[in-house]
């Protein structure tokens, strides 16, 4: 089981058990960045949906951070069917007024800390090649991820996918 400690740290409360009250507060925290599309809120919504109605045999794990009643960031992760030790970041979010102080990349780094517990050796970040996403990839590029495919016009014509790859763990040295 991908278990990491609920604690308080620099005021914010840190959890990964979630709740129904959970839907809504990820919803609005992913559409308050501004950032993705309403198919992409609902997309981020239905993920803690689903490990609401299936639990962890949904494949879905979050980090949440929470400042008061506020949820200020999350990351969601998990296994990839089918391979032995790949995971897959499949989300992640800082609140406009929280962004650019090192949140996003506590949110990953404990993200990333539970899916070594978990057994991973390798971690994938799907995002696309758009201007709109330079910062994202600055951002995964930051945490230690590089380039490992590129797959022109994935999304749109002119707008390909860039998959990011993480060593982590003991083979971390092996990419690098
Ligand atoms: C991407 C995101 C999670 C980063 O959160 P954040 O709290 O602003 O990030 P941090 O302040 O922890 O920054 C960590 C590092 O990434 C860099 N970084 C973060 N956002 C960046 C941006 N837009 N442009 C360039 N660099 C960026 C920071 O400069 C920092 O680098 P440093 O280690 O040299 O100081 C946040 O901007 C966000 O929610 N964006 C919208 C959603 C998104 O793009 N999600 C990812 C796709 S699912």
Redesign the pocket.
């Known amino acids: 089981m991908l278990r990491v400690p609920e604690l308080v740290h620099h005021g914010l409360y840190w959890r990964s058990a979630v709740t129904a009250n959970d839907v809504a507060r990820v919803r609005s925290l ?1 559409a308050s ?4 599309n309403a198919a992409e809120v609902e997309v ?1 919504t239905g993920l803690i949906a689903d490990r609401l109605t299936k639990g962890l045999r949904s494949g879905y794990h979050f980090i949440l951070a929470e400042r008061g009643e506020t949820l200020v ?1 999350y990351a969601c992760y998990g296994p990839i069917h089918g391979t032995r030790n790949s995971f897959e ?8 007024e ?11 780094a404990r993200a990333e800390a539970a899916m070594v517990e978990a057994g991973a050796t390798r971690i994938y ?1 799907d ?1 696309s090649s758009s201007e709109r ?4 990839r ?6 230690g991820f590089r380039e490992g495919a590129r797959l022109p016009d994935f999304y749109a014509p002119g707008d390909g996918k860039i998959v990011f790859v993480k060593a982590a763990a003991a083979e971390s040295r092996l990419l690098r």
Request: aromatic content about 18%.
């Open positions: 992913v960045t501004g950032f993705f981020a960031g970041l499949f989300w992640i979010a800082v609140a406009p929280e962004q650019g102080r090192g949140l996003g990349a506590e949110v990953y970040a995002t996403c330079a910062g994202t600055d951002f995964y590029q930051r945490m």
